[in-house]
């Protein structure tokens, strides 16, 4: 049985987001990352997030509970390559509290740290 990651990226979980999710290393690209993190809410991964959040930024607790992310939709990306140390990925999240329908949108900031991709921090509409 495959099963579609929940980025929306339309690849199969495990040729996805699910060996980011293992070992965050793999993430070759800011938006690699960006799409990791989304999952790793749709599915309740926090280590994955607390593990990726950059540790001058990174709060104590990294968790969402309540919230059902149901799309992400990649807006843009500006660096974040590679060969970059850093990296800028706008996108638009939605998610449901209860029976609200709610989206995020966000331009968030990555910076290559020890060698891998990390979540800075981002602007908020």
Not at 63 to 77: M, P
């Amino acid at each position: 049985m495959t099963t579609l990651c929940p980025c929306g990226s339309g690849r199969n979980y495990d040729q996805c987001c699910g060996p980011i999710l293992d070992d965050p290393r793999r993430a070759e690209t800011a938006e690699a990352l960006m799409r990791s993190r989304y999952t790793a809410n749709a599915l309740g991964r926090w280590n994955h997030l607390w593990a990726t959040w950059h540790p001058r930024t990174r709060p104590d607790v990294v968790d969402a509970q309540g919230l059902k992310w149901t799309k992400l939709q990649i807006l843009s990306t500006t660096q974040g390559q590679p060969g970059d140390t850093t990296g800028v990925v706008e996108y638009r999240a939605s998610y449901q509290v209860g029976k609200r329908h709610e989206v995020l949108h966000e331009v968030s900031r990555f910076q290559r740290r020890a060698g891998r991709w990390m979540y800075v921090d981002g602007d908020i509409d």
